[in-house]
């Protein structure tokens, strides 16, 4: 089985699709990407990305929101607070380096919060 995204014209995955080994000529990524891609365009149209499960390639699965970045050839998470910035690697990055422990991001504060612990 191969795992396929949907884009649309912004980048954005809109879905993900599961296609059989046989409607992409049996073949492994990056040899399967252009057969599965024309079959999932024939099925239900648009442009496809071939994602993989085990993240093997493209650096993650891709999701519902996630972005594909042709030049970094992969899908990125969606942005999870406005002053984060994207690495080289396709990694959200806080302004702030995370300290050791259980903590969470305060956006407001610009911080870094330990969380807290069960009792």
Known sequence: MAHFAQINEDSV???????SDSDC??????DSEIAGAYFCNKLLGGTWKQTSYNSNFRKRYA??????????DMFITPQPFESWTLDAQGDWQAPVAKPEGPHTWDEAAQAWVAAEQPV
Not at 25 to 30: L, Q, S, T
Not at 63 to 72: M, S
């Open 63 to 72: 999701g519902i929101g996630y972005k594909y970045d042709a030049g970094l």
């Open 25 to 30: 000529a049996g073949g492994n990524f990056p």
């Open 13 to 19: 995955v809109t879905q993900v699709i599961v296609v």
